[in-house]
C-alpha cells in the first residue's frame, strides 16, 4: 500500500463547477497537508498548505483535513478552465522530516 | 527573475553517458531537493540537503550523484545512463524541511536513447 493514494483520473467537468479532489493516506504521523497544482511542461506550484485537522479556505479553493479518516480534500468553486491542470497533494512529518511525499496527482480538464 | 532555475531543460543523450543537471535558487532557502517524476506524474524524492549537508537519499542507484557546493545550488549528476533514467527531474527548495514552503524549478526532461 503506498503511503499516499490519490485517483489520477482524469476528471473533466463543465465550467463553473464545483470540483472534489482528494486523497488518503496511511501514515498517522503526517502533520503538513499541500495541495500543489502542476500545469503541463512545468513544476509544480503550492496551492493550499494545512497544518493537521481543519478547513483553509482561499479565494475559489478550500484544503479540507480529516486526520481521524485519514482523508483530505481539496474543492475548487466555480471553476475555471484556467484551473486546468494536475493537481497534486503531498504530506509531511512535523518534525525533521525535509520529506515530503506526494500523491500521484489528479488531471482535472474543466471545459469552456 | 527566476526563484529556482535548472539547466538544462531539455537532455537527450545516449545509453551510457554521463550528464549533469545544475539548480540554482535564489530564495535564501536552506533546504534543496532533488525529485524524480515519471511517465505517470508521480513525483518520487530522491535526494534533500540542508545547508549543504545531505539529509535524505532515498533509495537512488549510486549512478546518481548529488552535489551542493553552498546553499544555494544543488547539482545532480548521472553516471551511466540507462533507459529507465528517462523522466523529469525536479529541483525544489524550501525553508527548513516541512514541505509546505516548497518552490520547484521547471524541470530537466531527460530522454535516455
Known amino acids: 500500500q503506498k503511503e499516499v493514494e490519490q485517483d489520477p483520473g482524469p476528471l473533466s467537468v463543465p465550467e463553473g463547477a464545483i470540483v472534489s479532489l482528494n486523497c488518503t493516506y496511511s501514515?498517522?504521523?503526517?502533520?503538513?497537508f499541500m495541495w500543489y497544482r502542476q500545469y503541463s511542461r512545468k513544476g509544480p506550484e503550492l496551492l493550499m498548505y494545512?497544518?493537521?485537522?481543519g478547513n483553509k479556505e482561499d479565494g475559489r479553493f478550500t484544503a479540507q483535513v480529516d486526520k481521524s479518516s485519514k482523508y483530505i480534500s481539496l474543492f475548487i468553486r466555480d471553476s475555471q478552465p484556467s484551473d486546468s491542470a494536475t493537481y497534486l497533494c503531498?504530506?509531511?512529518?512535523?518534525?525533521?522530516?525535509?520529506?515530503?511525499?506526494f500523491g500521484a496527482g489528479t488531471r482535472l480538464f474543466v471545459k469552456a | 527573475d527566476t526563484a529556482v532555475s535548472q539547466t538544462p531543460k531539455y537532455l537527450v543523450t545516449q545509453m551510457g553517458n554521463d550528464k549533469s543537471i545544475k539548480c540554482e535558487q535564489n530564495l535564501g532557502h536552506d533546504t534543496m531537493y532533488w525529485y524524480k517524476q515519471d511517465s505517470k506524474k508521480f513525483l518520487k524524492i530522491m535526494f534533500s540537503y540542508n545547508n549543504k549537508e545531505l539529509i535524505i537519499n532515498e533509495t537512488v542507484p549510486n549512478r546518481f550523484s548529488p552535489k551542493s557546493p553552498d546553499k544555494a545550488h544543488l547539482n545532480l549528476h548521472i553516471n551511466s545512463l540507462e533507459l529507465g533514467d528517462s523522466a523529469v527531474y525536479f529541483c525544489a527548495s524550501s525553508q527548513g524541511g516541512q514541505g509546505y514552503g516548497y518552490t520547484f524549478g521547471s524541470g530537466t526532461r531527460l530522454t535516455v536513447v
Open positions: 501514515n498517522s504521523a503526517f502533520q503538513y
Open positions: 503531498a504530506m509531511s512529518l512535523n518534525t525533521g522530516g525535509f520529506k515530503t511525499i
Open positions: 494545512t497544518y493537521s485537522s
